[in-house]
């Protein structure tokens, strides 16, 4: 079996490590990297063959690092996608309680997904690292009274007591990770997304909406469109575009040609297999839907004469 190296946000016992170990026999080998943009850098200089990043979290939106590192940064191209729930938990070393605690730890997204019941617990010390997972470590190696706002793997891997669990103002919350690569693009299964992004020459009224017509002239259902700052200056923006579809259906190569034609530039950042337990039901309408979709036709071409 060829070794798929697979890199992840660390250290252990992050969600990013929990989405890599998801893989199963995709990952024969995961390695942690200390931040995304360390992630993409390791996949684009063939350190590893795959990494594994968050992109989109239900309640923070879209993971900035993660985004801009794909549109801006790199040339790698999405081929998986992973949806995780979201469970944090308040923890510290074994014997300290809540009420010794004097500062709390986790990544931005974790702090900012606990916000109520950080207010109503009065924590007023709050300091952001990398991940949940160093906030643990963090926390497993202090002396001073400290928690960690993390998944329960976290505590399990770094010997971590749970002082309150499922402390997330949200419980439907969940992150999508998407497994990006170099160059190849998964085979379309009957229920894909597409991922573009799109730069524009000029702003100008209507803009806008002669990207999203586009879609609608050929009754492509989008699924996300999100705005970014180009960095090169107020007021200059790109688009980022998700859809149903695969660049090897007829409709959305036409779509994209016409985009190409018509923009300064139109990036793609992957077609890949939608998840989940409603993705593969779709799937399978789909596939139904062809054959027989497939039989009409061949029954109303037998019908031409022939010459």
Known sequence: MTTTRVGYLGPAGTFSHEAALALGEQATSIVAFPSILDVLDAVSSGGVDRAIVPIENAIEGTVSATMDGLVFDHELVIQHEIVLPIRLHLMAREGVTRAEVAVVTSYAHALAQCRKFLTATGFSELLNVASTAEAAQLVAGSSTPMAAIASRVAAETYGLSIIESNIEDHEDNETRFVVVGRSQVPAPTGHDRTTIVCFQDDDHPGSLYGIL??????????????????????????????????????????????????????????????????????????????????????????????G
């Open 213 to 306: 017509g586009r879609f609608a002239a050929r009754d492509l259902n989008l699924t996300k469109v999100e705005s970014r700052p180009t960095k090169r200056g107020i007021g200059d923006y790109c688009f980022i575009v998700e859809f149903e579809g695969h660049i090897a259906d007829d409709l959305v190569a036409d779509c994209l040609t016409d985009l190409q034609a018509h923009m300064t530039r139109v990036k793609f950042l992957g077609s890949y297999p939608v998840t989940g337990a409603a993705a593969d039901r779709r799937r399978e309408e789909v596939s139904t839907a062809r054959v027989e979709a497939t039989a009409w036709v061949n029954e109303l071409r037998g019908r031409v004469l022939r």
